[in-house]
Structures are given as C-alpha cells and as structure tokens.
C-alpha cells in the first residue's frame, strides 16, 4: 500500500521560511509528476506547484518568486521550499504524486504564517 507522509509544517513569522518534504513509501509504478496543493479553511483546494520527473516546475502565481518545488527521484520524495512566508499562505499542504494511473495524497501538515 502506498503511503506519501508529509513533515515541515508549523508555525512561523510573516517573512519567515518552512520546508515540507514529503516521502512515498510502499511499491508504486514510477512517479510522473509531483506536486503541492495547499487548502485554506473555507476555500477549495489549490494547486501549489509541481514538478514533472525531469524536472520541468510550475507555479501558481502567487507563490512565484518565493516558492521552490524540487524532487529526489530515487528516494520518491519532494521538497517545498517556502520564503518570504505571508499569512495568506496559512493553509494545510498536502502532497500529491501521479503515476500516470494512480493519484496518491498525503494527509496534509499545517503551515501557519502570523502576522
């Protein structure tokens, strides 16, 4: 059974970095693409970033310039890095990996940024 277990989150001044990583253990098909999607309460889930297995990223805009998504194809692990941090970002992140036939997501870790 695939797991994908999401670390890094807490609590951090506006202005200030966090790091998720996110680990997928079980046996899985090789990973396509990778990604963040991140839900703030009373909002719909959005698209964070991802990152396709060769290395091509995208970013939604409101995090571009401040956000870097990377990824370790050998340990099936992707990497959130997040500067310059603004409480708008406060949601729960989750990660998302595709096989192409499979989606798998984590269970979210909370990112809270104060003012």
């Known amino acids: 059974q695939v797991q994908l277990v999401e670390s890094g989150g807490g609590l951090v001044q506006a202005g200030g970095s966090l790091r998720l990583s996110c680990a997928a253990s079980g046996s899985m098909y090789r990973i396509n693409v990778m990604g963040w999607y991140r839900q703030a309460p009373g909002k719909q889930r959005e698209l964070v970033a991802d990152?396709?297995?060769?290395?091509?990223?995208n970013y939604v805009d409101p995090v571009k310039g401040r956000f870097t998504i990377s990824r370790d194809n050998a340990k099936n692990t992707v990497y959130l890095q997040m500067n310059s941090l603004k409480p708008e970002d406060t949601a729960v992140y989750y990660c998302n990996m595709g096989t192409g036939i499979y989606v798998y997501w984590g269970r979210g870790t909370q990112v809270t940024v104060s003012s």
């Open positions: 990152i396709t297995r060769g290395g091509s990223t």
